[in-house]
């Protein structure tokens, strides 16, 4: 009697020739986007507001550090910390004008220029911008030759370590034009390698770093507190998140600070209304905000 039930069909082995050409189209999410050469493809100008420091960028993780660190500079008290934050629609390519390519020549948001001194400084790459930030105001990155040694290593491996869950794991769980096995398990293996980090060391420490507070958990909460809660790449089930309670613990009491909750919205384009502010040019763009009824996130 034959079996009804087809077997399934094995992927086309893929050779790769001896010179690689792009494909004519590459397919997922970013497809339009995607190019091997870096310049600029147009001419755009970029803006320059009213504030010293000018952020470009986009409500990604990456772009949520650096927003986040700016918020909590002016909670602290540093004026000099306000900014203009412009959105930039990577999905339509305005990372490739030419204004942003001369602020950051590998197109990729988000970048800062600061306009405080004689001449403009421009910043980019996030940890870049956070230690730059950290140093200029003298704030959330130690002194202490250990504690700024512990903090810097924190922050590297948010740097090392978060291409493996964005570039690699949430691109072909969640945006790749096929479900690839090896992929996806690949990926997912060493995500939860790298959750299992950070719920071992948050089993010890209130915060990454240790006691403190610092740019350590600005940059890797929006990534990692984000997963743990479910939020990124419908994964929240599959990766079994719930079960890193340390994890958890960290990312709901950074997701209740003042500063994080604004910092969260601006150049935000998903989600709730409410909880965006596309363009921040000022400390009062919050006001257009019912701030108790935006929800952490």
Do not use: C
């Not at 934050?85 to 001369?102: D, H």
């Not at 869950?165 to 398990?185: T, V």
């Not at 997912?188 to 507070?213: C, F, P, S, W």
């Not at 740019?215 to 599959?238: C, H, N, T």
């Amino acid at each position: 009697m034959t079996d009804p039930t087809p077997a399934p069909s094995s992927p086309t082995p893929y050779t790769p020739p001896k010179v690689w050409t792009p494909p004519a189209a590459s397919g997922g999410r970013f497809a339009n986007i995607n190019r091997p050469v870096a310049g600029a493809t147009h001419e755009k100008p970029l803006p320059v507001g009213k504030h010293p420091l000018q952020l470009y960028s986009l409500g990604t993780p990456n772009g949520v550090k650096v927003t986040v660190m700016l918020e909590e500079l002016l909670a602290l008290g540093h004026s000099g910390a306000e900014y203009d934050a412009w959105l930039v629609r990577i999905n339509e390519g305005e990372q490739f004008g030419s204004g942003f390519v001369a602020a950051n020549p590998n197109s990729k948001i988000p970048v800062m220029v600061d306009h405080s001194g004689p001449q403009p400084v421009r910043v980019f790459e996030s940890g870049a911008i956070l230690i730059y930030l950290a140093e200029k105001f003298g704030a959330y990155l130690p002194t202490q030759t250990a504690a700024r040694a512990e903090t810097l290593s924190w922050l590297m491996w948010q740097m090392g370590s978060a291409p493996f869950l964005g570039g690699g794991f949430g691109h072909f769980y969640a945006y790749a034009p096929e479900k690839i096995q090896y992929a996806i398990d690949r990926y997912a293996m060493e995500v939860k390698r790298q959750m299992d980090v950070l719920d071992r060391r948050l089993a010890e420490t209130r915060y990454i770093a240790g006691d403190d507070y610092t740019i350590a958990d600005m940059a890797i909460w929006p990534w990692y507190g984000r997963l743990v809660k479910g939020q990124a790449y419908g994964s929240g089930e599959f990766l079994q998140v719930h079960t890193y309670t340390h994890v958890l613990r960290w990312a709901d009491e950074i997701a209740q600070r003042p500063a994080v909750r604004r910092g969260r919205m601006v150049n935000r384009v998903e989600g709730e209304p409410a909880n965006q502010l596309r363009e921040r040019h000022d400390a009062s763009d919050f006001d257009t905000k019912t701030q108790d009824k935006v929800a952490p996130t």
